[in-house]
Nanobody, 124 residues
Framework: QVQLVESGGGLVQAGGSLRLSCAAS????????MAWFRQAPGKEREFVCA???????DYADSVKGRFTISRDNAKNTVYLQMNSLKTEDTAVYYCAAKRSSLTSSYYSNSYDYWGQGTQVTVSS
């Protein structure tokens, strides 16, 4: 069993930056694909980015060039650096982990474990 705990959300003005953290329990963190999803009010949960165990990273087009996912396997932590934030980035951000390297990183159904979410609000 893996437990994921996000932190770092908050209120920021448009154009600002935030860094989210996701601390994971478990000994096999380094072998998991770690991802961030988000869900805005009234919308479906959507893929933001993922970092695979081998180092490959995937990003949604809407955040490419602005967001960066990174991981520190020694600390069992994955980060999401968000720059140039826009009001449309406002959402609850969720950390997720999956064991299999064979399933798509883009689909929420591929993930085995989820955090509780952290609110990010970008004001104009």
């Amino acid at each position: 069993q893996v437990q994921l705990v996000e932190s770092g959300g908050g209120l920021v003005q448009a154009g600002g930056s935030l860094r989210l953290s996701c601390a994971a329990s478990g000994r096999t963190f380094s072998s998991y694909t770690m991802a961030w999803f988000r869900q805005a009010p009234g919308k479906e949960r959507e893929f933001v980015c993922a970092g695979r165990s081998g180092g490959t990273k995937d990003y949604a087009d809407s955040v490419k060039g602005r967001f960066t996912i990174s991981r520190d396997n020694a600390k069992n932590t994955v980060y999401l650096q968000m720059n140039s934030l826009k009001t449309e980035d406002t959402a609850v951000y969720y950390c997720a982990a999956k064991r299999s390297s064979l399933t798509s990183s883009y689909y929420s159904n591929s993930y085995d474990y989820w955090g509780q979410g952290t609110q990010v609000t970008v004001s104009s």
